[in-house]
């Protein structure tokens, strides 16, 4: 199981990169983009960054579960998975929203609320990386 672990490690860490990029770099950069260009920019971000986070994903949560199911049960890997549902749900209730209706056209205070939401993935995402680290101790 130590390959199965290495890879749910490496894709969680993966994972946790990407969304700080994501909040530090690709959120703000919205603003700069003009109004006339957005709705283009923003279909073609929204296309281009499902197909690298769609895959890692799956893989972080599928190698969660496998790794429950074999007996993976300490406590820092447990508190760990319980944060996947929590960034599927902030997802879900407030980044797809916001991503629907930036796909209308520009809009700062949406754009703003986007980024102050996404922190809570941002810190979810970073706790789970440190979490799954624990459990290498």
Do not use: K
Request: hydrophobic letters at 55%; charged letters at 10%; one cysteine or more.
């Amino acid at each position: 199981m130590t390959w199965l672990f290495s890879i749910h490690l490496a894709v969680t860490w993966m994972l946790v990169g990407l969304i700080w990029v994501v909040q530090i770099l690709v959120y703000p950069q919205f603003r700069r983009v003009a109004p006339t260009e957005f709705r283009d920019y923003h279909f073609a971000h929204c296309f281009r960054i499902g197909l690298i986070v769609g895959p890692l994903l799956f893989v972080e949560a599928a190698t969660a579960a496998w790794l429950l199911y074999a007996g993976r049960q300490s406590l820092p890997f447990i508190s760990s998975t319980v944060m996947i549902p929590l960034i599927w749900l902030t997802t879900a209730l407030f980044q797809a929203p916001i991503h629907t209706r930036l796909g209308r056209g520009f809009d700062a205070p949406l754009i703003r609320r986007l980024i102050l939401t996404n922190w809570i993935r941002t810190l979810a995402w970073t706790a789970r990386g440190i979490l799954v680290s624990l459990t290498l101790l």
